[in-house]
């Protein structure tokens, strides 16, 4: 039972980790958003000699920011996707060299079992 509690902890623990990941992920991109909005709209302004060349540039200003936007989700998402493969992989090696070692300790005890027979 003690074991279950401590699993159950352990598991409440990395949820919220996760989340904790994914509101880092969406912080950096509502950052990002407001920032672009904010900054590009006042470099329109200056830029921008009539309401026309306003209207075109405000949509390709829009286009650049779906295309940045998604650039930015890829590489936020890419990166975490690649630190739990590593975590992984150094899970699966730690499990390895613990079942070597197990093997070993089990050989040797066989033989320290096989040596005490001899003795008596």
Same mark, same amino acid.
């Given at each position: 039972?003690?074991?279950?509690?401590?699993?159950?902890?352990?598991d409440?623990?990395?949820?919220?980790?996760?989340?904790?990941?994914?509101l880092? /992920?969406?912080?950096? +991109?509502?950052?990002?958003?407001?920032?672009?909005?904010l900054?590009?709209? !006042?470099?329109?302004? @200056?830029? =921008?000699?009539?309401?026309?060349?306003?209207?075109?540039?405000?949509?390709?200003?829009?286009?650049?920011?779906v295309?940045?936007?998604? /650039?930015?989700?890829? +590489?936020?998402?890419?990166?975490?996707?690649?630190?739990?493969?590593?975590? !992984?992989?150094?899970? @699966?090696? =730690?499990?390895?060299?613990?079942?070597?070692?197990?093997n070993?300790?089990?050989?040797?005890?066989?033989?320290?079992?096989?040596?005490?027979?001899?003795?008596?």
């Amino acid at each position: 039972m003690g074991r279950e509690k401590a699993n159950k902890k352990h598991d409440n623990r990395n949820s919220s980790r996760y989340k904790n990941e994914a509101l880092v /992920i969406v912080m950096k +991109y509502g950052v990002f958003g407001v920032l672009w909005i904010l900054l590009t709209d !006042k470099f329109l302004e @200056l830029v =921008a000699g009539n309401f026309q060349i306003y209207k075109t540039i405000q949509s390709y200003k829009g286009w650049l920011f779906v295309l940045i936007t998604m /650039i930015l989700v890829f +590489y936020l998402i890419n990166k975490k996707i690649n630190l739990i493969q590593n975590a !992984k992989n150094e899970a @699966l090696n =730690a499990y390895e060299e613990l079942r070597t070692l197990n093997n070993e300790q089990l050989e040797l005890e066989k033989t320290l079992v096989y040596q005490d027979n001899l003795i008596k």
